[in-house]
């Protein structure tokens, strides 16, 4: 059980013209969910793709549970559960009649295609919408079925493009439920340009930028460094020149910026020098200084940011 | 064995299961009803030693519907799945690139011949009604004509799936096997017109013709060059189809 989920090293991918992927090297542990995180564009649907061997490697080599995606195409697919970008269904079918022709497919038998039907239906809340054609269904409905979908054959390793995407809020949270849920029993590599739900869903993180992993960690330990330490904003009542000269002064503060809001508030965005939380700080000051506050929280960071700031960071090394 | 009749129930009911595969239908019981109303006065004349099916072979509307519906049925094969984003996870399953090929192949070979079976019901029909219909119409020979029909379908079947496999709309799939199935008609054609050749070129064009091969088949008889010749055109296309799938992992 030592052996990794998934190993990629060094993989490339070539298209004509333009490099997808470059020599991108990373482990998935058995039992992680881990996130692929990135714009779009950044070759996070190439990487699922070439695990799930349909489209080949330019060079590296991608082994899933030990076996090699290219060599071994049939023993890595018969461990894997993909739902493509999008999602693509056959809509002309029923939602039973599909999942049992995809369990087949897959390889199981009559039998155990039926039971394995019935319990991923009742996983996927889909019981209810069994015989409804899958063209006539919402979107979250068709998105549960894709998932349905990927763990009909009880795959080790489940593999979701963008698995969330045009979904409102409540199907949202439901399939992001159902993800965690998931995420006991199986390993989980899932595509996301939202940084957010990495936070919600994944244990692990892969960061992915123009076909470079840019950071791979622990989802706590990135949220610690990176996405948390965003700037600190008050609504404070002092005149602005009197704000600019304070902070400006502060050894601890990096960039100062002042909006004011109705009256006499000012919006303050504060960042910190090295990712330094200034809000114990700013809360201190405030009392010192005798400014009335009415609003103290942290902005949080867009992908974008992130972005600059691991580049930055690169850099400066 | 599983995969592919897996795969085959699937092509078969989304022929059949479908509004195209109804219009089809309808188009081809169209055509075989003009073609019955040619053949009627035909037999109304002097009396004739001809197999029925050797007339209905010579109506035009034969080789209508083999070079018309053939392209309409198999457009959809790969193109339409490669569009819908279906072909990515067909192939993320454990199936094999022949499995696939042989199953949207038979399925549509299936859906082919069952368009054809009003052409029994037809000919029962005038055996029914004709004097001394045991010389003009033997069963032998109208078996023998649905064999010659299959083999030459499999052929056009066949083609379709390659030209569908080769792109993603199904419009380019229909348009280039309508290319390609009139072009190898016309070829059949050359040893015919404009002037019937002498000499070698003249065998080079009976031996690939389509249309000399199926003749046999529709006087009832069974030639095994005729069998070899379309057997081996399907299996080249089918080889064909095959690698243009194989090639994803080419790239």
């Known amino acids: ?11 490339t991918k070539r298209y004509a013209g333009h490099l997808a992927v470059a020599n991108v090297s990373f482990t998935v542990g058995r039992g992680q969910i881990v996130g692929l995180l990135g714009p779009n564009g950044a070759g996070k649907s190439t990487i699922l793709r070439i695990l799930s061997c349909f489209l080949p490697a330019t060079s590296g080599t991608v082994r899933v549970g030990g076996f090699d995606v290219f ?44 039971d394995r039907v019935s319990t991923v239906l009742e996983m996927c809340s889909l019981t209810e919408v069994d015989r409804r054609i899958i063209g006539q269904l919402s979107k979250g409905f068709r998105q549960r079925v894709g998932l349905a979908d990927a763990l009909v054959h009880e795959p080790e390793l489940i593999i979701l493009d963008e698995p969330t995407i045009g979904l ?22 899932l595509s996301t340009h939202i940084l957010p739900e990495v936070e919600a869903t994944c244990s692990h993180v892969l960061i992915l930028h123009q076909g470079r992993i840019l950071a791979s960690d622990a989802t706590e330990n990135l949220q610690r460094n990176i996405f948390q330490s965003g700037p600190a904003i008050a609504e404070l009542t002092a005149s602005t020149s009197t704000l600019q000269e304070f902070f400006a002064a502060q050894s601890e503060v990096e960039t100062v910026d002042i909006v004011p809001t109705d009256g006499d508030w000012k919006r303050v965005t504060l960042t910190g020098r090295d990712g330094h939380d200034l809000r114990p700080l700013i809360h201190q000051w405030a009392c010192t200084q005798r400014w009335p506050l009415r609003e103290l929280t942290h902005g949080r960071h867009t992908l974008e940011d992130v972005f600059v700031k691991i580049t930055r960071t690169e850099k400066e090394e | 064995m599983r995969v592919y009749l897996t795969l085959l129930r699937r092509e078969l009911a989304s022929h059949f299961v479908s509004l195209t595969g109804y219009v089809i239908i309808s188009v081809v019981l169209l055509l075989l009803g003009f073609s019955i109303l040619d053949m ?56 094999s690139d022949l499995e696939v090929v042989l199953a949207k192949f038979t399925g549509a070979l299936i859906f ?17 009604y004709t004097n001394q219909a045991a010389t003009a119409f033997d069963y032998r020979t109208l078996l023998c004509t649905y064999l010659g029909i299959g083999l030459l379908g499999s052929v056009y079947v066949a083609l379709g799936c390659f030209a569908s496999a080769l792109t993603r709309s199904q419009l380019i799939a229909a348009a280039v ?14 040893s015919l017109v404009p002037i019937p050749m002498a ?31 379309y057997l081996s055109l399907t299996g080249m296309f089918l080889f064909l189809t095959l690698k243009v799938v194989e090639s994803r992992r080419w790239k």
């Not at chain 2, 096997?177 to 050359?190: P, V």
């Open chain 2, 112 to 128: 082919f011949m069952v368009t054809w079976l009003p052409l029994g019901g037809y000919m029962m029909l005038l055996h029914q």
């Open chain 1, 71 to 114: 060599e071994q195409t049939d023993e890595v697919r018969r461990r894997i559960g993909y739902m493509p970008e999008n999602n693509p269904l056959h809509v002309d079918m029923r939602v039973r009649e599909y999942l049992k022709f995809r369990a087949r497919l897959k390889g199981l038998s009559l039998a155990a295609s039926r």
């Open chain 1, 168 to 189: 409102d809020p409540n199907q949202l949270r439901s399939v992001r439920q159902l993800i965690k849920d998931l995420g006991r029993k199986h390993t989980i590599l």
């Open chain 2, 177 to 190: 096997s309508y290319g390609m199935g009139i072009t190898i008609f016309l070829l059949s054609l050359r």
């Open chain 1, 1 to 11: 059980m030592s052996e990794p989920m998934i190993e990629v090293v060094n993989l």
């Open chain 2, 40 to 95: 009627l006065p035909k037999l109304n004349g002097d009396a004739t030693d001809t197999p029925i099916t050797r007339i209905f072979y010579a109506t035009v509307y034969f080789w209508m519907l083999m070079l018309l519906t053939t392209p309409i049925m198999t457009m959809r094969t790969f193109a339409q799945e490669k569009f819908t984003g279906t072909f990515e996870t067909l192939m993320t399953t454990p199936v």
């Open chain 2, 199 to 229: 000499g070698w070129q003249a065998k080079v064009f009976t031996y690939i013709s389509l249309t000399e091969h199926l003749e046999d088949f529709s006087r009832g008889i069974i030639d095994t060059s005729n069998l070899v010749f």
